[in-house]
């Protein structure tokens, strides 16, 4: 039976290597649809955790989990060896900055795993965000040490990850998925991968295409985050509400779109995915301006909240040295558990290393490591709110009753505009 007839009749062997927030929830969709899947990652505690039901990420739930996993159709293991049997190896590997330049090291890694496996006939896609040219450069050519030849022996493509941790309208299924091959195969066998499990394929021309739709998307919101992050800044000077300034210009029906300004950013998408793009930029001898000038801007948000911390707090007599500062929501968005990127990291360390006395409160993180040591969730009560100097809202849980933390905050930075219309000692960002 050809690749093509397999998958077609949900016969076909699907490994995903790297079971985080991407691959997972891959492989539990790939699985309902009647596939057979086996996950492959290197942390043998994340397997057991899979194997036994257990969902570490929120866009999966447990009870979706265990039904894969107790049907047969998905399992997990540490070992490459499965990689054998797979007609489909989909790579969702991390793909972070070391030193503010791409690390590779993991697509590098499980390259090599599939390499050492690879068979004629199998479809290799590359999920992990990263460069354009990754696809046909750097994985086909460790794919090729095995002595098979991508386009004739074996077909090979890229799809974009478009995962939203925490969003209930737009999940894997729904969200037109992106595709490209290395030719015409490639992508036909891609295609009829993908549409078993998600709603709409969408064809380009190369994997070069799709690795760039990526990062043109992450970008187009890295660089609107910095604008509208200036203007906050700028607004402050001028004494404007930033946020009545939004909400005026957001009634204009067309040509406007509305970001809004925070703390920082977070995630995996806007403070890592552009660097890729301006560090290829810089391969072809090019600067990237305007991305990184971007960047430049978002960077220094959480060292302007801290100073916005400091001067709210001289306002009432204080110095931020030796004041207790609380901190509400350190995921680097509502309701999920994501701390990848975010910026409350940064400004717990900024504040304690000024001399500030900091504690955080989140429902969806008990515990975090800083560079001064382990911070623990402190309970959100009367007590704990009225004991801290002043209250800053990093990420504004749907869980958080706004009424209640300006009635018993003595102070309040709100850089989410969620204390929005409330009375209260209350300063905007």
Known sequence: ???????????????VVGLGYVGLPLACRAAGAGLSVTGLDVDGTLIDLINSGQSPIEDVSSQELSEQIQSGRLT????PEVLNNADVIVICVPTPLKDELPDMSFIEAA??????????????????TTYPGTTEEFVLSILETSGLKAGED??????????????????????????????????????AFYSTFIDKVV????????????????????????????IAILCHDLGIDVWEVIEAASTKPFGFQAFYPGPGWGGHCIPVDP????????????????????????????????????????NQGRSLKASKVLVLGITYKADVGDLRE??????????????????????????????????????????????YDIV??????????????????????????????LQGNIVKL
Do not use: C
């Open 342 to 387: 975010s910026s409350a990291i940064q400004i717990l360390e900024k504040l304690a290393k000024s001399g500030a006395d900091v504690g955080y409160h989140d429902p969806f993180v008990e515990s975090v490591d800083l560079k001064g040591g382990r911070l623990s969730s402190v309970e959100l009560n009367e007590e704990t709110l009225s004991d």
């Open 392 to 421: 800053m809202v990093h990420t504004n849980h749907s869980s958080y009753d706004w009424d209640f933390i300006a009635a018993h905050s003595p102070l309040v930075l709100d850089t989410r505009n969620a204390l929005h219309g």
């Open 76 to 79: 997990a293991t540490t070992d």
């Open 275 to 314: 660097a890729y793009l301006s560090w290829r930029v810089r391969q072809l001898g090019e600067t990237a301006r305007f991305v990184e000038l971007a960047r430049e801007i978002n960077k220094k948000m959480p060292t302007y909240v801290v100073q916005r911390i400091g001067e709210a707090l001289n």
């Open 154 to 191: 074996f077909h090979l493509g890229f799809s974009p990850e478009r995962i939203d941790p925490g969003n209930e309208r737009f999940g894997l299924e729904n969200v037109p998925k992106i595709i490209g091959g290395i030719d015409e195969k490639s992508t036909e066998m891609m295609e």
């Open 1 to 15: 039976m050809n690749l093509l007839t397999s998958i077609q009749e949900q016969r076909a062997e699907v490994a």
């Open 203 to 230: 064809k380009v021309s190369s994997p070069r295409a799709a690795e760039m739709a990526k990062l043109l998307e992450n970008t187009y919101r890295h660089v609107n985050i910095a604008l509208v992050n200036e």
């Open 111 to 128: 390259s090599k795993d599939v390499s050492r496996h690879l068979k004629a006939g199998q479809l290799v896609i590359l999920e992990s």
